[in-house]
């Protein structure tokens, strides 16, 4: 793919490129291969915006230690998603989320926000009074921890008095926020566009339809000696007629919500730029399927930035090599 010119116009400085990187759960591996895209594509990109998934991957985007995060995922099973899960007894969530932490800890190397390279943004929901909680200083962790909190699956967050949970319910896809950081010209990865369409229930043997057994039961499987998992196990698998189950309501929900929402403020905060990779059929908590969703990733901004970027004028790239 040709390299954007450099910008010529004189004393004028090089436009700041931003990232708006959205909310997704397992679809948010999507972003690897779209930030791959964009560097291929020479776009020097000069902050970053996250929310839910898009913060775990801004975050680690923003430290520059994307190398080597793909490949941790690619080779991601689901005893290794079990790794990550550390279920609690149902008070404010399922999922303590420490473990998470801890696995995105590792792949970064600063301690607050505001001592990355690359200037980020993560975007939380504060549940008590709805608003919005733009995360631009303090602990990187917490922020990123917060951002994915989704509501019912992991416990949310407390920081500063407020109780925080997933960003996606208020900012999806946070164009507004790359823009009040300073881009002259955002980049957006929507990955809510299909995913109430496309996200038909999964057939069991029994002939009844279900969201939650390519994900929990699986999960339940491997976890199944945890104390607090046994009544819910049993309770899980006591009669399949009952459907929608816990999961299917609590998940669809969030992903109707979300996709309304997307669309709601895409209409409000334009991008430039906007990447929306086909990913509706990826489940919440496919993490196993890294590969393809990357892949896809990549080839949908691949393709979206080729059509685009000829006729995209004074966007700042990287220098030529001499």
């Not at 939650?212 to 009669?239: C, I, M, S, Y």
């Not at 930035?305 to 001499?322: D, F, H, V, W, Y």
Request: glycine share 8%.
């Amino acid at each position: 793919m040709a390299k954007l010119a450099p910008e010529t116009v004189p004393n004028q400085p090089a436009r700041k490129v931003g990232l708006a990187l959205g909310s997704g759960s397992a679809r948010g591996l999507a972003h690897i291969g779209v930030l791959r895209a964009i560097e291929e594509a020479g776009i020097k990109v000069d902050l970053v915006a996250g929310t839910s998934m898009g913060a775990v991957v801004g975050a680690v985007y923003a430290a520059g230690k994307m190398a080597g995060l793909a490949d941790r995922f690619h080779a991601f099973d689901w005893r290794q998603i079990a790794a990550l899960i550390d279920p609690i007894l149902p008070r404010s969530g399922l999922i303590d989320g420490q473990r998470i932490t801890d696995f995105v800890r590792a792949h970064v190397a600063a301690a607050n926000i505001e001592d990355l390279p690359t200037p980020f943004r993560a975007v939380a929901t504060c549940i008590m009074s709805g608003e919005e909680v733009v995360c631009a200083s303090g602990d990187l962790i917490d922020a990123v921890r917060a951002s994915i909190s989704v509501p019912g699956i992991f416990t949310p967050v407390r920081s500063n008095g407020r109780v925080l949970v997933d960003g996606g319910l208020v900012n999806p896809v946070p164009v507004s926020v790359a823009r009040a950081m300073g881009a002259d010209l955002v980049i957006a990865v929507d990955l809510n566009r299909d995913i109430v369409t496309r996200r038909a229930p999964m057939p069991q043997a029994n002939g009844a339809q279900t969201d939650h057994p390519p994900t929990v039961v699986r999960l339940l499987d491997t976890l199944r000696k945890h104390p607090g998992l046994t009544q819910f196990e049993a309770w899980l698998h006591k009669d399949p007629e009952p459907l929608p189950g816990i999961f299917d309501v609590l998940l669809s929900s969030i992903y109707i919500m979300q996709a309304r929402m997307t669309q709601a403020s895409l209409r409000q905060d334009k991008p430039d730029i906007l990447i929306r990779p086909p990913l509706g059929a990826v489940r919440f908590m496919e993490f196993d399927r890294a590969e393809e969703i990357i892949e896809i990733g990549y080839r949908s901004a691949a393709e979206q930035l080729a059509g685009i970027l000829p006729n995209t004028m004074k966007i700042q790239s990287k220098k030529p090599t001499p």
